[in-house]
């Protein structure tokens, strides 16, 4: 079956723990990107890939870090999470104009 | 700053009725166009991609696009109570050849009414 997979789906934190979420996807795309979801702001994209070892900033980089060693994983790091990181993200593969969003992942900072 | 919105909502029709929802974007360069599904607690999933102006219809869904107006909208007829959930409107942009980053707006929220 195709399918992005994240791990945790719920995670509770305290600040400075570093934290990683990872992010697996099994329909070969070349394309990956993180987003944060918040109340009334929508879906914001932290980073994306277009290829292996190629990453870029989307909207909202600050404080998160991404690495992209293979074509099927694109993990989301948080060296030292605060509590305005508190939020649901969602892991995405783009196949040609469709992206295929992971179960997302709630993660609460306190 | 490239900007998708849409009216939040919530929006409440009753079952049967046309549910309209709207999007504008401010990026005259934007290429594609997208509406995404989101029940709650759930991931998104595409239901509708529109790519030139005019309408686009699959089953009880149809995408509007114009361009000049910077504007696209999704009709749902015969809305069902299982259509009551988030709609995502989300815009791609970018010159050929860069990644044509993908931008959401922060959604509506439909209620279909038994």
């Known amino acids: 079956e195709a399918q992005v997979t994240q791990n945790p789906r719920y995670l509770i934190t305290v600040t400075g723990k570093k934290l990683t979420v990872t992010c697996s996807q099994n329909m070969n795309h070349e394309y990956m990107s993180w987003y944060r979801q918040d109340p009334g702001l929508g879906l914001r994209q932290i980073y994306y890939?277009?290829?292996?070892?190629?990453?870029d900033k989307g909207d909202v980089p600050e404080g998160y870090k991404v690495s992209r060693k293979e074509k099927r994983n694109f993990p989301l790091i948080l060296e030292s999470p605060s509590p305005n990181q508190t939020s649901l993200y969602f892991c995405?593969?783009?196949?040609?104009?469709?992206?295929?969003f992971g179960p997302g992942t709630r993660l609460l900072v306190l | 700053q490239k900007e998708v919105e849409q009216n939040s909502g919530p929006l409440s029709v009753p079952e049967g009725a046309i549910a309209s929802l709207n999007c504008t974007y401010s990026?005259?360069?934007?290429?594609?166009f997208f509406w995404y599904r989101q029940y709650s607690g759930k991931s998104p999933e595409l239901i509708m991609s529109i790519y030139s102006n005019g309408d686009k219809e699959d089953g009880r869904f149809t995408a509007q696009l114009n361009k000049a107006s910077q504007y696209v909208s999704l009709l749902i007829r015969d809305s069902q109570p299982s259509d009551s959930a988030t709609y995502l409107c989300a815009v791609t942009s970018g010159s050929s050849g860069s990644a044509r980053q993908l931008t959401f707006g922060s959604g509506t929220q439909l209620t279909v009414l038994p």
């Open positions: 990026d005259r360069g934007s290429q594609s």
């Open positions: 890939s277009m290829n292996v070892e190629v990453t």
């Open positions: 995405a593969s783009r196949g040609g104009e469709t992206q295929y």
